[in-house]
């Protein structure tokens, strides 16, 4: 007769897992000796259990399938939570089987005890405890199911002993696998939409990961609509490539053509996006959103027509009763706006490449330049996000994966871990902060003992950079932000993996071989910023900012200003206007009562800049095979 561990195996087996992510531990060994009898799945050890929920967060996110991750009761449990939160926020199915201290003990305190199925209750989509063995299996298939169906995290939490458990009449699994259904909204929602859309002049359309696998019927709705398209980030590797309505991306870290796109419209269209953030969007334009789960329909703005349906096959539907727009002054102005800024962007990372330190654009567009064609990413939470929005090239056939919904700290290694060990042929590149690879550095310990050759790039900026750059934004002195790193490098090389530092990138055989650190450089959101002029007006001497807004642009250290001046009209100073130097982080405060850029705020931002240099650090690390 099979154990429960045997048979929960069988049924992982069946639906095509290949791998189990984790760390043993006493009330997991049933589990774990079962795996290592049967030989078919692979036991994939990391050195937290956090790596490990990232890690299948990663494959489940690239394949679509579901992926497994196992902890140990009590603390292995805990451990795995913030990863889940990540999984289960990005919508991707996985599937933690959680190890539990003796059902008879439950209840009195025992050694370790938790509860787990309250503790992954607000991380998952199914949480349930397998109490007998002739039920575990059932419970098994259900959390496999839902995982798969609702898109999030399914947690199993067996009782360590119930493992060893011989299962009466077991029966054999029911292969469960990713479907696609066909899921498209009512005529009467479609009509009301188009309505909507014949109805305006400058549609938007605002775009998210809900793209994926509808590339096609993104762009005929865009051409439809003669809309400009813009993107969430984790819309980014579904929409960039081969569009000519992008515009880029809006949000905290966009472009200003993205958040000017949305500005201006007279109608927004929301595919598969449920972007949070509120101030980004237009204000009392009808909206029109399509999302397959419907509860997530205006959660952010009014939405005034509701589709629920998959973006592909909602389109599909909703194309025939759209009316094909002629004009296209809007979709011009935007995307002219976009080729503008993308110029002033790639020309950035153009100019800083001889400079020393590094500057992270050129970083950025450079491991872009040598990466593969099918290269899978992934990015810390931090500046990473930044130049990774900027500089990454989308093809359809690379990937990106981020916590980009979650928003942890310390992503990219662990993600990239999950990525390739289950794309063994693919070239995996993790794109990680100084403060976010060294939360997780075990996971570079990983990398070693599981033989995986991911390319780890680190932007060493000695801070928390990202958490400055909210600090100057809201007018607050930076603090507890600065990092007292080691040599990255060296500690790769400690761990047996390739390591170098140094300012200069070097770049052998067109393949990403070694990488640098960068002098902290600016970023800001697209919108009007006015807590910098405070930040520094406060630091450096005390007076507050007063009569001056640094407005505007996605980058304003290097692409110069947009504003609207007294009279409402729009201006750009460009950055040779300035006066002040190019060095990284040097600033110009406009003033906006006169639009002139103001010389005394000049010298403030130059003293400024002269105190980010002194934050600049080393290194980087990496594998080769
Ligand atoms: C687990 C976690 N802790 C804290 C934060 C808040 N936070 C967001 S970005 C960031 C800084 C990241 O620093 P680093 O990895 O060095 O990247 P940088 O922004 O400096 O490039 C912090 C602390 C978070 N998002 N997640
Ligand atoms: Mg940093």
Redesign the pocket.
């Known amino acids: 007769m099979a154990t429960v561990a045997e048979v929960m195996i069988q049924a992982l087996k069946s639906a095509g897992v290949q791998r189990v992510y984790g760390i043993p531990g006493d009330s997991l060994n049933g589990f774990t000796d079962a795996l290592r009898r049967d030989g078919t799945l692979t036991w994939e050890h990391v050195r937290h259990e956090e790596a490990a929920a990232f890690a299948a967060a990663a494959e489940a996110a690239l394949t679509g399938e579901l992926a497994v991750c196992a902890a140990s009761c009590g603390p292995g449990n805990l451990h795995l939570i913030?990863g889940l939160f990540d999984a289960n926020r990005s919508g991707v199915p996985v599937l933690a089987i959680a190890a539990h201290i003796p059902a008879d003990e439950i209840g009195g305190e025992y050694f370790q005890e938790t509860h787990p199925q309250e503790l992954f209750r607000e991380c998952s989509v199914y949480c349930e405890l397998a109490s007998t063995p002739e039920q575990s299996l059932r419970i098994l298939q259900i959390a496999m199911r839902t995982a798969l169906a609702r898109g999030g995290v399914a947690v199993v939490v067996v009782p360590g002993e119930t493992f060893l458990d011989e299962v009466r009449g077991a029966g054999e699994p029911t292969p469960i696998r990713a479907i696609s259904p066909v899921i498209r909204p009512d005529e009467a929602s479609l009509t009301a939409a188009a309505d909507v859309l014949n109805a305006a002049e400058r549609v938007t359309i605002l775009a998210g990961a809900g793209c994926a696998g509808a590339h096609d019927q993104l762009l005929a709705l865009a051409g439809a609509l003669q809309a400009p398209v813009v993107h969430a980030f984790r819309g980014k590797e579904f929409v960039e490539y081969d569009n000519p309505y992008d515009v880029g991306m809006t949000g905290l870290i966009g472009f200003t053509s993205g958040y000017r796109a949305m500005e201006h419209c007279d109608a927004l269209v929301m595919l598969g996006t449920d972007f949070p953030y509120r101030p980004f969007y237009p204000d009392g334009v009808p909206v029109v959103q399509v999302d397959v789960r419907g509860e997530r329909i205006g959660h952010r703005v009014p939405v005034r027509a509701p589709l629920v349906g998959t973006v592909r096959d909602s389109v599909d539907a909703l194309l025939p009763l759209v009316t094909a727009k002629t004009d296209s002054s809007h979709l011009d102005r935007m995307t002219g706006h976009y080729r503008r800024a993308r110029a002033r962007l790639d020309k950035l990372a153009r100019d800083k490449r001889n400079e020393s330190p590094l500057h992270p654009q050129y970083l950025a567009a450079t491991v872009d330049r040598l990466a593969a064609a099918d290269a899978i990413f992934t990015v810390?939470?931090?500046?990473?996000c930044i130049w990774a929005a900027r500089y990454l090239r989308m093809n359809g056939t690379r990937r990106l994966i981020g916590s980009f919904n979650h928003?942890?700290?310390?992503n990219a290694l662990p993600h990239a871990v999950g990525a390739q060990a289950s794309h063994p042929g693919r070239q995996v590149v993790a794109l990680?902060?100084?403060?976010?690879?060294a939360?997780l550095l075990g996971e570079l310990i990983t990398l070693h003992q599981r033989q995986l050759p991911v390319k780890v790039v680190v932007?060493n900026?000695g801070?928390?950079?990202?958490?400055e750059l909210e600090m100057k934004a809201a007018g607050i002195v930076t603090y507890g932000t600065d990092?007292d790193n080691p040599d990255f490098a060296g500690i790769a090389r400690a761990a047996g993996l390739f390591g170098v530092s140094g300012p200069q990138l070097t770049i052998t055989g067109g393949r990403i071989t070694s990488y640098a650190f960068y002098v902290q450089d600016l970023s800001s959101p697209p919108s009007a910023i006015y807590g910098y002029p405070t930040f520094y007006a406060a630091k450096l001497t005390g007076q507050p900012g007063d009569n001056v807004q640094l407005t505007d642009t996605a980058n304003p250290n290097i692409v110069g200003f947009d504003y609207t001046d007294a009279s409402g009209v729009d201006q750009h100073v460009p950055t040779a206007d300035r006066g002040d130097s190019d060095a990284p982080g040097a600033w110009t405060i406009v003033n906006i009562a006169t639009g002139v850029p103001e010389p005394a705020s000049l010298a403030l931002m130059g003293a400024g800049c002269a105190l980010l240099l002194a934050l600049s650090r080393r290194p980087l690390a990496q594998r080769a095979r």
Do not use: E, W
Not at 407 to 410: I, K, L, Q, R, V
Not at 463 to 467: P, T
């Open positions: 913030n810390d939470v931090g500046t990473p928003g942890s700290m310390a990680c902060g100084d403060g976010g690879l939360m932007f900026n801070a928390l950079s990202f958490v990092l």
